[in-house]
């Protein structure tokens, strides 16, 4: 076919996976030098390339989905690895990386902002109101509805007396028109301006 003069495979075409010379893939060590945990991705140093110790680091990309560890990926800085990898338009970048002699990689105390939010915040079933699960994973059979706000039987969060209760005694004050459309007032000792009006 005309496509295949185009690739120019290592390997027979058979195999359209294998690499070509351009993309030679090698093996290096060395250290985390950052890892953004919320972006999922950083650089590694590396100081020893195919077995040759470096004269001076450099600097190979990394991404969380190259990393090889259970669960939330993430590498911490300084943490000792071993990769491969290779030479793309953008510079190295790591294909595989792991601890040392192919150990998972032990990954960052660090996580996301959002993430811890999310955890602190202690989830509720909504279907009998237990922290640490879902509806979905609750084991009980599907419950009466209740008022989120007061936990009672009888209504619905919409109309609970007790949160409308609350409400005016907020911020504004009892009585606080609920609108938020005041009346206008005419100033005392003066009659409506009613010109135009027949």
Same mark, same amino acid.
């Given at each position: !076919?005309g496509?295949?003069s185009?690739?120019n495979?290592?390997g027979s075409?058979?195999?359209?996976l294998?690499?070509t010379?351009?993309e030679r893939?090698s +093996?290096?060590s060395?250290?985390? %030098?950052w890892?953004?945990v919320r !972006?999922?991705f950083g650089?590694?140093s590396?100081?020893?390339? @195919? &077995?040759?110790l470096l004269?001076e680091?450099v600097d190979v990309?990394?991404?969380?989905? %190259?990393? +090889? !560890?259970e669960g939330?990926?993430?590498l %911490?800085?300084g /943490?000792a690895v /071993?990769f491969?990898? %290779?030479?793309?338009?953008k510079g190295?970048?790591s294909? =595989?990386?792991? &601890?040392?002699n192919?150990?998972p990689c032990m990954?960052? @105390?660090r996580r996301?902002k959002?993430a811890?939010?999310?955890r602190?915040?202690? @989830?509720?079933?909504?279907n009998?109101?237990?922290?640490? +699960?879902h509806? *979905?994973?609750?084991q009980?059979?599907?419950?009466? *509805? *209740?008022c +989120?706000f ?5 209504? !619905?969060v919409?109309?609970c007396p ?7 005694? &907020?911020p504004? &004050?009892?009585g606080?028109?609920?609108s938020?459309?005041?009346a206008q007032?005419?100033p005392p000792? =003066?009659?409506? @301006?009613t010109?135009?009006y027949?």
């Open positions: !076919m496509y295949a185009n690739h495979f290592t075409p058979e195999n359209p294998q690499t010379r351009d893939v +093996h290096g060395g250290v985390c %030098k890892f953004n !972006m999922g650089f590694l590396m100081t020893t390339r @195919d &077995g040759t004269d680091p990309f990394v991404h969380q989905s %190259k990393l +090889h !560890m939330f990926r993430s %911490k800085e /943490e /071993e491969s990898f %290779k030479k793309s338009s190295l970048e294909l =595989q990386v792991s &601890g040392p192919g150990a990954g960052s @105390d996301p959002g811890q939010k999310r602190s915040r202690g @989830d509720r079933c909504y009998c109101g237990e922290p640490d +699960h509806a *979905k994973e609750c009980l059979p599907p419950q009466p *509805k *209740k +989120h007061c936990q009672s039987f009888s209504h !619905m919409a109309s007790l949160r409308a209760q609350q409400a005016l005694a &907020g504004q &004050g009892a606080a028109p609920q938020g459309v005041l007032e005419e000792g =003066q009659e409506p @301006d010109e135009g027949d």
